[in-house]
């Protein structure tokens, strides 16, 4: 029996379909294993205060409880380890179903967790480990999904595509903000803080089972496939980007620190609107509308910022859109203090929903073209989850800085955001500009970027030959 030869035609064709298929994997597996994450934000900032906690002091239960949300990035550097040597010796795929599995399986066991009041300390405890958990899981997801993707990607549209697995992340704050919407509105107070919010963790038992189903079907890059089958796999990535990469690994640090803008958002922002000690008294189905409107916006565009990126480069959305979040930083918290809701809610749409995705929607294709696909995955991985464990542990400093009753809140922390986005813009000035260079050839420090006309020639190909599908 003879297998026929695909034609060239049928090759282009078969690319671009698993072009669609790991876009579409890294979006849906972006969105619901953050789902899971960001779950458990909401909770540490709106309910675990009052039930993981000794009553008493408010103000050492919210510290607390945030601290809790930043323990769980303890995890992610060593998860980066782990995760990157995985996914750049057995492959991008396998990874990012590990990945899944770890964080469905401990967003569960959150959900099962006793409260303080029927196993005092123990409760607290066993709240750590799982985060620990998850944050051990989600360390591998991005680094993983972009690689994926962009491995995967045509030359000229490897940032619109890319840009998808950040847009998933978003769609992921949604659905968890989503599903504490009607469950904080609707219950009673004592229903929801006495089993309600269970609820949104149990449900990971369908993200499971869903995001499984659409990651097997995806294929291995064509990169990593072909260095398997030439024997060319590295064998210590960690050790590969540390020693080639390690100017890189320092600037996605500086880049990654972008995340302190999603901390103002959706957590800190969240505690000091909703949180009675603060006496702001924001409901919290009000207040959770505010993410949940900036990350639909986010969502639209994330896609538009990643043809601009495929069009003027990666360097100049990186710098002007976390500088601009970090300037509105300080209106939005003040705009929450003066009970100000419409006004907290425009600035929101412009920090969280479209300046900041100058960065958002960029940094999956720019971090990862910084590496060669031997040590990618490894090399994005642990600068940019040691960035996220500095910022995610700035809830709990602004918490302390800026506690219950003191004065100048809003100034104080939105100045914090806005120096660190400062240390962003030049860390995103700094990196080399990618975009121009062939996939093959990213990581080579001596590579030559495309000559722009034959840049704009190709791009075009690639845009007209995905429209006859």
């Not at 609820?199 to 072909?226: C, D, H, N, W």
């Not at 960690?238 to 320092?250: Q, Y």
């Not at 809140?409 to 080399?432: E, M």
């Amino acid at each position: 029996m003879t297998t026929q030869t695909p034609t060239l035609a049928e090759e282009k064709a078969h690319l671009r379909s698993q072009t669609r298929k790991a876009t579409a994997s890294g979006w849906i597996g972006s969105a619901l294993e953050f789902y899971d994450f960001f779950v458990y934000a909401t909770a540490a900032a709106l309910v675990f205060p009052q039930i993981f906690f000794p009553k008493g002091n408010a103000k050492v239960a919210i510290v607390a409880s945030l601290a809790t949300y930043g323990v769980g990035y303890v995890a992610r550097p060593i998860g980066a380890f782990f995760l990157g040597h995985f996914g750049d010796t057995k492959g991008r795929k396998n990874v990012l179903l590990v990945c899944m599995f770890l964080m469905g399986i401990s967003t569960m066991g959150v959900g099962l967790l006793p409260t303080y009041q029927q196993v005092g300390l123990w409760a607290p405890a066993l709240l750590v480990v799982l985060r620990l958990v998850q944050g051990f899981a989600v360390a591998g997801e991005i680094s993983g999904a972009s690689s994926m993707i962009l491995e995967h990607a045509p030359f000229g549209r490897r940032g619109y595509y890319s840009s998808f697995t950040l847009q998933g992340v978003q769609a992921g704050q949604i659905f968890a903000a989503a599903v504490f919407l009607p469950l904080a509105h609707f219950m009673p107070d004592t229903a929801f803080m006495s089993w309600g919010w269970r609820i949104p963790f149990l449900l990971s038992v369908f993200v499971l089972v869903a995001g499984y189903y659409i990651r097997r079907k995806v294929e291995e890059t064509p990169v990593f496939t072909q260095e398997a089958a030439a024997g060319e796999v590295a064998k210590l990535p960690v050790v590969e980007a540390f020693r080639e990469n390690w100017r890189n690994m320092l600037l996605v640090v500086g880049i990654c620190m972008t995340n302190v803008i999603a901390v103002v958002a959706t957590i800190f922002g969240a505690a000091y609107a909703c949180q009675p000690a603060y006496g702001i008294g924001l409901h919290k189905d009000v207040f959770l509308w505010i993410p949940v409107c900036g990350n639909i916006t986010a969502c639209c565009v994330i896609p538009f910022v990643g043809t601009l990126a495929d069009r003027v480069g990666r360097r100049i959305p990186m710098m002007f859109g976390p500088l601009m979040a970090g300037l509105l930083a300080i209106p939005y918290l003040y705009f929450i203090s003066v009970k100000n809701v419409p006004v907290a809610f425009v600035l929101s749409l412009l920090m969280w929903g479209v300046v900041y995705q100058g960065y958002n929607a960029v940094y999956p294709s720019m971090c990862a073209e910084l590496f060669p696909a031997r040590s990618r995955v490894t090399g994005m991985a642990i600068p940019s989850n040691i960035a996220v464990f500095l910022t995610a542990l700035l809830p709990a400093l602004f918490a302390y800085i800026a506690p219950p009753h003191s004065l100048n809140i809003p100034f104080k922390v939105g100045a914090i955001a806005f120096g660190v986005t400062c240390i962003v813009a030049l860390s995103g000035f700094l990196a080399k500009e990618t975009y121009r260079i062939r996939t093959k050839d990213l990581g080579n420090p001596n590579a030559i970027p495309v000559p722009k006309e034959e840049y704009f020639r190709l791009r075009a190909k690639s845009i007209a030959e995905a429209s006859t599908d």
